[in-house]
Every structure is written in structure tokens, then in C-alpha cells.
């Protein structure tokens, strides 16, 4: 009892709110608007694959007749050798077409499958960039990783498979139901008695399978976002000596994950038995009354043959329709997962004539700006303030009093719940985003790394720029003397994240980055955090020959870092409390005067 309560609370330390199974009736809308993604191969491999599969079924139809009532009723029972020979040439070549139209078709469908595949996720993947901060905020980055991935790949056996075999089935199907009743309309209907028992019995199952595979790929969604997690937080997992409990929280979303898999796969498993049994049922009930038929003269001997075929081919349809729809609802289950991302909207919305924003002076004015993150608590209430094209502002406060809000919102990462940001006079709910974030540079304290070599991480904001600008930018902020150590150079390649280097190696990437993207306005959001005293005295010089002539936001709580910026701003709770520049704020012995002191006196218990 005790390791359950254990167990229990080493799960309830983790929270994944944000994938719920979703229940809803099978929405026939929805198929109709995942089958949209085959439009752009509606020309080609679509066509083409419908026509091998209208030649295949029409192959399929015609020989049972040939074999029966051509072949046994006529050429064998009149011994007509000639009719005989023509026969067997004719199924043989009948097969060699088939044979063929298969190769072509699983060639044609597999190529069209897998071109909806690529265009779905491409399309999900752009959609899921262009989404505001709150998406992410509110999701992990496994539960994205699973929908991008596992949820598309489920749809890959539908659209290589499924729709064209279920056009294929469904036209077989149909066929073979018109031949045999014009074989035989007794014996017809003497073997489709078991129909409607199968059609009732399968029909029950469908929800609880529809919900058994959502809840399949919600487990997969905890899966993954665990994960995701421990491998990034590794470090802190083996510094807490937490490995158990990690471990134990593993075991128990792994073990919800295979037993929603095992329970979904039963349920899947109960569709062939059941057309097996009706196929077992129908074909004693075959031989019963058809062997009376053909004893009172109702039913030829070849005649009973190809009914037999048919009848052997009605099951296979039967059959594959019903793991078509089990593809359908596998499918249904994940395409709502990712209708539900592509349903999402940006929070910032890009207005339809917005302006493209030519080069930006800098200028920044915010007049009675609110905001909230999420409609409760205020990050921001009422701020107006100016930052004038060049000038260097900062931002201090203590943690929640809403300096990087300001930042975001600078940025167009959010929009304000009330008032208005202006550039240079522009509401900047009147721009395109793309023309605005081009002259914005931002730099964080927890700095990203992309894997491959420095010289690409530099380059990341500027694609386009030379070798010679990478080198030039790296060494304008002291990053060119780390650099030149390393083995290869700047074609040195760096781990995911950067975890061969150092935090402050990284953090001066991340600088050279920002500047080589020669940026108007330049953000830097507890920047020199992670940058030891005296790297950041290299910088100092670097910075403000670099920063000269834009519009900078420093958002620090070193003394060292703001205290030469042309405007100091003070919030406390989304409030702007003082404002000035050091000496005017230092003269007012207020919270900032506050600050300052409880710096120097940190320093001199150092």
C-alpha cells in the first residue's frame, strides 16, 4: 500500500492536461476533409490507380464465369476441345493483366500514399511554426512531436491502402452480389442470411475501437512527452539521485501505454473471426442447398461452381472492409488530433492589408498598455513609456513585474489586451509580423543551440551572409578567441543544444548571432546572465560600438550591464514605479537606489 501512495505521488508530480481523448461521433466531414489532401494527385496517380483497380476487379469477375459456366458446363461437358483451348488461353491472359495491373497499382497507390503523407506533415509542421507562444506554452514539446509524427504516420496504410481498397472492395463487392443472384437468386439469399447477425454484431463495436485508438495515442502522447523530458533533464534527475522515481513514473505510463494497445488490437482482432465464422456458416449453408438445387435441375453443375467462387470472393471484401474501417477509425482517431492543431488560430492575428515595415528608425512608445497572459492575473496594467530611436532602455524589477512581457510584446510575440505598441508611429497590430521580427533581434539567457557547426549557428539569423561576416560578427563580440581553440574552427559541429560548450560560449553565439543579423532594434533578455564577470567586461566595449545607432531593451538585474543605458525603467507588478537614467534614479533613493545597494553589499560579502 505504502509504494502505491509512493507511485502515486511520483505520477501526480507530472501533468499532461492538454491531450484528451476526444469524443465525438464519426464526423463525416472530417474524412471528407482529409481526403482534400489527394486534390494534387487527382490528375495522375490517382486516376491511374483507380484504373488498375477497375482492371484488376473486372478481371476478378470474369473468370469464375469463364471457369464454371464456360469451361465446365460447355466445353467440357459438350467436348468442345477447341472452346477449351481458347478458354484456357483467354483466363491466362486474363491473369498476366491482373497480374500487371496489381504490380502497377501497389507501385501507383504507394506513391500516392506516401505524397499525402509528406504534404500533411509539411502542412502541419508550417502551420504548428506559424502558431503565438501560448501554443507551446501550454504543450509539451513530445505531445507536438507525437502529432507531427506517430498521428501522420497512422493515416500512411489509410492513404496507401485504405481508400483505394475500399473503392476496389466496394465495386467487387457490388459485382459479385449482382453475379450471384444471377446464378442463383435462391441460393443468393439462402447464404446471406448470416448478414444482418454480422452487420448488428460489428456495428456495436465501432465506438468502443474509435475510443480505444484515440486513447492509444494519448498514452503515446505521455510516452513521448516523458521522454522528451527526461533526456533533456537528465542532469537534474541524476544531481537529485531521482532516477527511481523517474523510473517508476515511466513504468507506470508505459505500462498504461501497452495495455491501451493491447486492449485497442483485442477489440481489432474480434473483425476477422466474425467474418470467418459468417464465411463458415455461408459456405455449409452452400453446400446444403446447393447440392439440393443441383439435384431437382434448378442449378447447373458449372453454374454451382462459380457461385462457390463468388462466394469464396464475397468474404474476402466482406473482410477487408471491415479492416478498412478499423484503418478508418485508427485514422479518424489521429486525423482529429491533427485537425485539432490545424484548427488552431495565432493569437496574433496578421492583418490582411498590414503594412510591410521598410527600414525602422527604432522608435518605441507604449500608451496604456494591459496585458495577461491568461485573463486573470494583469502582467502588465497601464504602462506608457517612450523608447526613442538609439537609445539604450532598460528594464529591472523583481521576477513577475513584467519586464520580458514588455519584451514580447515589443517583439509581437503577443498582442496587448488593451492599448496600443507603436514603431515609429505604427500600431503594430497594423504590420506584418515577418517585416517587424526581420529587425528585431533577441537574445536570451537560456540560449539555443541548433546541432551543426558554429559557423551555421551564427548564421542562423542572416541564411545569406559570408564567411568573412560570420568572422567578423564572432569577433566584434569576443566569441572569434573560444572558437579559434576548438579543433575545427567555426566548422566545428556542436550537439544538440550546444552541450560541448560552455554556457557562456553559447551565450556568445548567441550575441554573434544577433548581431550578424544587423538588426534595428536588439533585445537582450538577461543576456549576460550566464557570462562570467569577466568575459562580460570583453563584451562591454564590443556591445556599445555594436549597439550605437539601434534601439536596445536590456532586461538585467546586473549593475554593471544597465547602469550606462539613456533610460532605466522600474516596474513592480506591471507597473512602471520610477523611471531615469542611474544618477536621476540613484538621486531619488528609491527602488532602484534599493537595487543597487543590495549589490554592493553582496559584492562586499563576497
Not at 505510463?253 to 465464422?277: D, G, H
Not at 560541448?500 to 553559447?506: A, D, Y
Not at 507597473?575 to 543590495?598: A, C, P
Request: charged share 20%.
Amino acid at each position: 500500500m505504502t509504494k502505491m501512495k509512493n507511485d502515486k505521488k511520483v505520477m501526480d508530480r507530472f501533468h499532461y492536461s492538454t491531450d484528451q481523448v476526444i469524443d465525438k461521433p464519426f464526423n463525416w466531414g472530417q474524412l471528407s476533409r482529409l481526403l482534400t489532401y489527394l486534390k494534387p494527385y487527382s490528375k495522375k496517380l490517382l486516376p491511374l490507380s483507380i484504373l488498375t483497380v477497375l482492371i484488376t476487379t473486372a478481371v476478378r469477375l470474369i473468370i469464375p464465369i469463364l471457369i464454371g459456366v464456360y469451361t465446365l458446363d460447355k466445353a467440357i461437358r459438350q467436348k468442345d476441345g477447341s472452346l477449351l483451348m481458347t478458354l484456357i488461353g483467354v483466363i491466362a491472359g486474363l491473369y498476366v493483366i491482373s497480374y500487371c495491373a496489381n504490380i502497377l497499382r501497389i507501385r501507383w497507390m504507394n506513391q500516392l500514399g506516401q505524397g499525402v503523407i509528406y504534404d500533411l506533415r509539411k502542412h502541419l509542421f508550417s502551420h504548428v511554426q506559424s502558431l503565438s507562444h501560448r501554443f507551446f506554452d501550454q504543450r509539451s514539446a513530445g505531445s507536438i512531436l507525437v502529432r507531427i509524427m506517430n498521428d501522420i504516420n497512422s493515416l500512411q496504410e489509410l492513404f496507401t491502402n485504405g481508400v483505394i481498397n475500399l473503392l476496389m472492395d466496394i465495386i467487387l463487392l457490388a459485382g459479385i452480389i449482382v453475379l450471384l443472384f444471377t446464378l442463383s437468386p435462391e441460393l443468393t439469399l439462402a447464404v446471406m442470411v448470416i448478414l444482418p447477425i454480422m452487420f448488428f454484431i460489428s456495428t456495436t463495436l465501432r465506438k468502443n475501437i474509435r475510443k480505444s485508438w484515440q486513447l492509444v495515442r494519448l498514452k503515446q502522447a505521455k510516452l513521448n512527452s516523458h521522454l522528451n523530458e527526461s533526456i533533456q533533464g537528465v542532469r537534474v534527475t541524476q544531481a537529485f539521485t531521482q532516477e527511481r522515481e523517474n523510473m517508476a513514473f515511466f513504468d507506470g505510463i508505459n505500462t498504461e501505454n501497452f495495455e491501451s494497445w493491447r486492449t485497442a488490437t483485442k477489440k481489432n482482432a474480434i473483425f476477422r473471426p466474425l467474418v470467418e465464422m459468417t464465411n463458415a456458416v455461408g459456405t455449409a449453408v452452400l453446400i446444403w442447398y446447393g447440392a439440393h438445387l443441383i439435384q431437382n435441375g434448378s442449378l447447373q453443375l458449372g453454374e454451382f461452381v462459380s457461385f462457390a467462387f463468388y462466394l469464396g470472393m464475397f468474404w474476402e471484401p466482406i473482410s477487408r472492409l471491415g479492416q478498412v474501417y478499423n484503418q478508418l477509425l485508427i485514422g479518424m482517431a489521429s486525423s482529429e488530433r491533427i485537425f485539432e492543431f490545424l484548427d488552431e488560430k495565432p493569437i496574433v492575428h496578421e492583418k490582411d492589408e498590414a503594412i510591410s515595415m521598410k527600414e525602422i528608425a527604432g522608435h518605441i512608445q507604449f500608451n496604456e498598455v494591459e496585458f495577461s497572459y491568461d485573463d486573470k492575473r494583469k502582467a502588465l496594467q497601464g504602462i506608457n513609456l517612450e523608447m526613442k530611436a538609439g537609445q539604450t532602455v532598460a528594464l529591472v524589477g523583481h521576477t513577475g513585474s513584467g519586464k520580458t512581457t514588455i519584451a514580447n510584446l515589443i517583439s509581437r510575440f503577443y498582442d496587448p489586451t488593451a492599448g496600443a505598441v507603436t514603431i515609429d508611429g505604427n500600431d503594430l497590430r497594423d504590420v506584418s509580423v515577418a517585416s517587424l521580427r526581420n529587425q528585431i533581434s533577441i537574445v536570451l539567457q537560456d540560449t539555443f543551440i541548433f546541432s551543426g557547426t558554429i559557423m551555421d549557428n551564427i548564421r542562423f539569423g542572416r541564411p545569406d551572409a559570408t564567411d568573412e561576416e560570420v568572422r567578423l560578427a564572432a569577433e566584434a563580440i569576443g566569441a572569434d578567441n573560444f572558437i579559434g581553440k576548438l579543433a575545427n574552427g567555426y566548422e566545428t559541429e556542436v550537439e544538440e543544444r550546444g552541450n560541448v560548450l560552455s554556457v557562456g560560449e553559447r551565450q556568445l553565439l548567441s550575441f554573434a548571432r544577433a548581431l550578424l543579423a544587423n538588426p534595428r532594434i536588439i533585445i537582450l533578455d538577461e543576456a549576460t546572465a550566464s557570462i562570467d564577470t569577466e568575459t562580460e567586461v570583453k563584451i562591454q566595449s564590443a556591445l556599445k560600438k555594436l549597439l550605437k545607432g539601434r534601439t536596445a531593451i536590456i532586461i538585467a538585474h546586473r549593475l554593471s550591464t544597465i547602469r550606462d543605458s539613456d533610460t532605466i525603467f522600474v516596474l513592480e507588478n506591471g507597473r512602471i514605479k520610477e523611471s531615469g537614467n542611474h544618477d536621476q534614479l540613484m538621486e531619488q533613493r528609491g527602488d532602484y537606489y534599493d537595487l543597487v545597494e543590495s549589490q554592493f553589499r553582496m559584492i562586499e560579502a563576497i
